[in-house]
């Protein structure tokens, strides 16, 4: 798919040159002796501001700046001619099915290509089950259903089992696992980094970005993000947050790759400073609340976080049943799904979700026990 | 008037006032050639100079205001008039339209925020489809620009959205006009995502282009009714050290979206993701981009969790009075929250709605 290549890695638009846009030269020329030498530069200032730094009127200006806006707005294109693209190129409009019916058919065909799909939950609720049977599904050919490429898997608490992963290959498609040197093969697609301090995790990602075209790697699985990004949330300051540079990164990583991108995030108990009201909602309403949220932990990463991924799958344990729920996403209503974990990975006890318009649908349930997780 | 409020270049402007020309009068019978020679500039400048003079201090506007008092005013009656005929957007949630009056303000900039998984991308898509409307159902048969920020607008959404529309479409005639002869609706999920311009923008330099840039685009596909960003805030979050760079940029563009709603006639929607502030003694949630950013819009609609379900407040308006709705997010889109409510009775207000004001303005 040459042409999809292509498209990948766009010019950042804001670095274009003036000098290369074809502007009178002689408004050219003043923007270059005043040291606006990219679109960025230009566009960084109001238009009073570059009628005094560059000593020409109004009109002449905003000419300018429209000429410059027009050539540095990106192309636009109809939500028609997207969705053909996207399924003319790309596997399932986009899509890595997770073979969990009732979670694909919620998810418009499964884990979608080109931004953050976050599963979170307290421990040994089944995250890392889940990333190993997803990287499976992305490395089986296309014709068993797979992308048919690699998978780059950042273990970041040594929680990968290769063992465990060929056994879910073993029981959940045993007719490929039975085909002679089918396991190493499989196996072999999937690459594990395994850094240990927050350097050598930023590192990693340089080295996936530099790569990921090269090698047709079709799915990035980050388990998990919160061990070696910041224990801080956001409260208050998030302008300076240390999770916003990897944040930026992997987004705009799935963004240009069109691969689905998968982090797991941790979770912790609520504490009394985690706002949840807005100054006009009446305090005495939500009295309810800290009770009801005793036993309810809260995703780590923080607010800005939440918002940057587009899909939340929460996972959770509550009277002894465990729960998956589209607690996010633009393209299903929220709705919860009952699971289980056996010898072939994750399985839904029933394909029918159970539909939960309140809040209820963000709370992440621990099994009764109170105090940090990790 | 002054010559120091003329909008040309700063040393031409000093040169005036040293010369002596202070106001704008002074600059009414001279020739190119004469202030070439006071100023000490060329004769194409001078021209230029007075070209600019002689705009600004023009008797006669195209404005059709009565109006000798304050040039270019316009009466509140006749803006009154305006704003009763003046279209609005259905959110297609009966209780949501109450409050809103009707439905979104095709000539205001509107701010929708709330926290990660309220619904935000869910509203404006349901604008952007909404907007196609044709006439006879209440609509606005109009076409939507989505500015795309963050990678959440979902295509295979918007196409369960657009056929739940016209499934409703369809249930109105059956509904409502069953005495008169049946109606086929034409349109399919396609011909609705045909009307959606999409832009997919990475930083903060590419969303001030792309605003700059709608002007131009907008007078090219007059049928446009509706400008989403989703969402505002993301480019200008991150990493953006210096605070009053962003302030000054974040004013440029609400004051260019507010000249784009009111030159077009169409809703300008600005979506906003939430951040916390320590206010009274412990943290509370509010709008991100700060104080300064929460003057710049119009209107600003925040959707929040009360008890047990969503809920759509309005925090600012200049017209309509502070109030709060809920709403649901279905599979078919936003939806009211009641379970028995008859989609149609949604359109059918919203006909009834508009043409309640129509008759209002003939009186």
Redesign the interface.
Known sequence: MRKSVNRVWRRVMANKLISEMGLPKSIANIFAARNIHTAKDALSLTEFELMELLDVGLAEVTTAVSSISEISCPPYQTALSLLEQRMHNEHLAGHLPTRLKGLDAALCGGIPFGVITELVGPAGIGKTQFCLKLSLLASLPSSHGGLDGHVVYVDTESKFSSRRMIEIGVNSFPEIFQIEGMAQQMAGRILVLQPTTPTEFSECLQKIKDSLLQHHVKLLVIDSMAALVSGRDGQGQCRQHPLGWHMTFIKSLAEFSRIPVVVTNQVRSHSGDDPFHYSFQDSRQNLDFPTTFDSHLVAALGIPWAHAVSIRLVLESKSGQRFIKVAKSSMSPPVAFTFAISASGISLLHDDGIEMTGPEINAICGQGNSGLFN | MEVSSL??????RAKLISAGYISISSLSSISPAHLARDLGISENEAT?ILK?ASQRGGPERTIPSHHSIVDGAQTAWDMLHEEESCRRITTSCADLDDILGGGISCKEVTEIGG???IGK??LG?QLAINVQIPLEYGGLAGKAV?IDT???????????VAEACIKDMQEYDSFLRKDLPARQVNLQA?DF??????????????Q???I??L???ISEHKDIKVVIVD?IT?HF????DDMA?RT??LG?MALKLMKLAKKFTLAVILLN????????G?????L?LGDSWSHACTNRI?L???????YA?I?KSPSIR?ASAPY????RGIRN?ASNCKRVKLILRARLAHDEHICRSLI
């Open positions: 909008p040309i270049s700063a040393s031409h230029g600019v926290v990660p998984g991308t869910q898509i989505y963050e990678g959440s607008f979902m295509v295979e959404r918007v196409q369960q396609n995502l045909a009307n959606i311009y999409y832009f997919r923008i990475c930083s903060y330099t590419e001030i282009a792309v700059n840039y002007e131009k685009f969402s993301f979050r991150q990493d953006f760079l000054r940029l440029g993701q939430v951040t916390t502030k320590y206010s009274g412990s943290f509370q949630l509010t991100a925040i929040y969790w009360n008890g047990n379900g969503r407040h925090d502070s649901a997010v279905t599979g929250l």
